[in-house]
């Protein structure tokens, strides 16, 4: 398994804008199904955004869609999450995944970072 490594996560003011970032060695994120996915204690998993079909398609949640964009900076072996217009409700730890069956299955991924938390202040 190739390490997933996330950075950029903290504390914002609701209606603001954070980066997270996902570093991972070569080819990672060139597989199928990279992508973040979110949990608060006691709640589901959801796959926030994610890239598939060799990164040719692209995958959101619904409660983030036009909020959120996700992008691969090859040349850099990164993966980054843009989040804007945040919400309370996006407070929670964020993970950095790769490998999955179906991409909007947060079960079906195999590689997990250690994640990063982000809090959102109403």
């Known amino acids: 398994q190739v390490q997933l490594v996330e950075s950029g996560g903290g504390s914002v003011q609701a209606g603001g804008s954070l980066g997270l970032n996902c570093t991972g060695a070569g080819s990672t994120f060139t597989t199928n199904c990279v992508g973040w996915i979110r949990q608060v204690p006691g709640n589901q998993r959801e796959v926030v955004a994610a890239l598939y079909n060799g990164g040719r398609a692209t995958y959101y949640g619904d409660s983030v869609k036009g909020r959120f964009a996700i992008y691969r900076d090859a040349t850099k072996d990164t993966l980054h999450l843009e989040m804007n217009s945040l919400k309370s409700e996006d407070s929670a730890m964020y993970y950095c995944?790769?490998?999955?069956?179906?991409?909007?299955?947060?079960?079906?991924?195999?590689?997990w970072g250690r994640g990063t938390q982000v809090t959102v202040s109403s």
């Open positions: 995944v790769a490998k999955c069956l179906v991409v909007a299955d947060p079960w079906s991924y195999s590689n």
